[in-house]
């Protein structure tokens, strides 16, 4: 586990450094017009990797080699590396890149505050899961402000201003973000042993999710006048109905179709105001910010993704999980 571990965090570094440039290309390339447009078009790539993913990872799973889809994801990895070599231009002379340093303190802080909250869901004693969630706060917190005081800020000035259209966006990405992890972490499991279902089953229920985001992004990156701030405001409450149908049925004797529903509610509620957040902070940038705002959006989703990832263990571990063990107990635990 402790090699997974290790691949996974070298493997996200990567995914780091690409999905950031994207938004980052977006705000640069196209319009603001069409800016939410755009995003929603991205959210359609994202759905594709995520029904091949199960269905690849499913696959290699039944057959008894599950080491054989992270070989299959490193043949996709180097495909893509040797595309972009041959297929995109070279930097433009004169057009030199900052010379600011790798933020690693300001990194190391949000790393750190991601392990404390996931070292909370690990320990016996109530006081120090407490402590440990403080402690993840504390550097979240002190992370900030070194970022406000630094030359070359990771997040726009204003990040997390509950008085700025930019800081309210970045509050909700994390805050949706942290509502949609647990999803793709925990549900499988459920899935497979409160439902029978195997693996590439399981996969595609839970893929259903993203693509309700996917539909949802589509459906109303066009929207205008008061539309986009009503979809905010509903998307919200739409994942929270999703949450709840999702804990009522998944430890019910229902068909496993009767889920699904609930699912893609979840993945719409967050499809649905996705591309009008990222807008949202992109647009809302104060002078001099508008990149960095850009590049924050993936920054603060992946955080969003991994502190509620974290705060599913805490609560999964504190109620006693067993993923082998399909009885009583792990009904009260799924829901």
């Given at each position: 586990?402790?090699?997974?571990?290790?691949?996974?965090?070298?493997?996200?570094?990567?995914?780091g450094?690409?999905?950031?440039?994207?938004?980052?290309?977006?705000?640069?390339?196209?319009?603001?017009?069409?800016?939410?447009?755009?995003?929603?078009?991205?959210?359609?790539?994202?759905?594709?990797?995520?029904?091949?993913?199960?269905?690849?990872?499913?696959?290699?799973?039944?057959?008894?080699?599950?080491?054989?889809?992270?070989?299959?994801?490193?043949?996709?990895?180097?495909?893509?590396?040797?595309?972009?070599?041959?297929?995109?231009?070279?930097?433009?002379?004169?057009?030199?890149?900052?010379?600011?340093?790798?933020?690693?303190?300001?990194?190391?802080?949000?790393?750190?505050a991601?392990?404390?909250?996931?070292?909370?869901?690990?320990?016996?004693?109530?006081?120090?899961?407490?402590?440990?969630?403080?402690?993840?706060?504390?550097?979240?917190?002190a992370?900030?402000?070194?970022?406000?005081?630094?030359?070359?800020?990771?997040?726009?000035?204003?990040?997390?201003?509950?008085?700025?259209?930019t800081?309210?966006?970045?509050?909700?990405?994390?805050?949706?973000?942290?509502?949609?992890?647990?999803?793709?972490i925990?549900?499988?499991?459920?899935?497979?042993?409160?439902?029978?279902?195997?693996?590439?089953?399981?996969?595609?229920?839970?893929?259903?999710?993203?693509?309700?985001?996917?539909?949802?992004?589509?459906?109303?990156?066009?929207?205008?006048?008061?539309?986009?701030?009503r979809?905010?405001?509903?998307?919200?409450?739409?994942?929270?109905?999703?949450?709840?149908?999702?804990?009522?049925?998944?430890?019910?004797?229902?068909?496993?179709?009767?889920?699904?529903?609930?699912?893609?509610?979840?993945?719409?509620?967050?499809?649905?105001?996705?591309?009008?957040?990222?807008?949202?902070?992109?647009?809302?940038?104060?002078?001099?910010?508008?990149?960095?705002?850009?590049?924050?959006?993936?920054?603060?989703?992946?955080?969003?993704?991994?502190?509620?990832?974290?705060?599913?263990?805490?609560?999964?571990?504190?109620?006693?999980?067993s993923?082998?063990?399909?009885?009583?107990?792990?009904?009260?635990?799924?829901?």
């Amino acid at each position: 586990m402790g090699w997974i571990v290790v691949g996974r965090l070298v493997q996200g570094f990567g995914g780091g450094l690409e999905s950031a440039a994207a938004y980052v290309a977006v705000r640069a390339t196209f319009p603001e017009a069409v800016w939410s447009r755009t995003i929603a078009l991205m959210s359609t790539s994202w759905s594709m990797s995520v029904l091949l993913g199960p269905l690849v990872g499913g696959m290699f799973a039944r057959y008894g080699n599950w080491r054989g889809a992270f070989v299959a994801t490193a043949a996709v990895a180097f495909t893509l590396a040797m595309s972009a070599f041959f297929i995109l231009p070279p930097r433009t002379p004169g057009r030199g890149t900052s010379e600011a340093g790798v933020p690693a303190g300001r990194v190391a802080l949000i790393c750190v505050a991601i392990a404390g909250m996931s070292s909370a869901s690990i320990v016996e004693a109530p006081l120090a899961k407490a402590s440990l969630i403080v402690f993840a706060i504390g550097a979240l917190v002190a992370m900030l402000r070194l970022d406000r005081a630094s030359a070359a800020p990771l997040l726009p000035s204003d990040a997390f201003s509950l008085h700025t259209p930019t800081g309210m966006g970045l509050w909700l990405a994390l805050l949706l973000c942290i509502t949609f992890s647990p999803l793709q972490i925990y549900v499988p499991i459920f899935l497979q042993h409160l439902h029978g279902l195997d693996p590439l089953a399981a996969g595609f229920t839970v893929a259903s999710g993203s693509l309700g985001w996917t539909i949802a992004s589509l459906v109303t990156a066009g929207a205008s006048g008061s539309w986009p701030d009503r979809l905010m405001s509903a998307g919200p409450a739409i994942m929270g109905i999703g949450l709840m149908a999702i804990a009522l049925l998944l430890p019910s004797p229902v068909t496993t179709l009767a889920l699904v529903p609930a699912i893609v509610a979840l993945g719409m509620g967050i499809g649905q105001c996705w591309p009008f957040v990222a807008h949202r902070i992109m647009s809302g940038a104060k002078a001099g910010d508008e990149v960095v705002a850009a590049s924050s959006v993936p920054t603060v989703q992946q955080t969003g993704f991994a502190l509620g990832a974290a705060l599913a263990g805490v609560v999964a571990n504190a109620s006693g999980i067993s993923a082998g063990v399909a009885d009583d107990g792990m009904v009260r635990q799924a829901f």
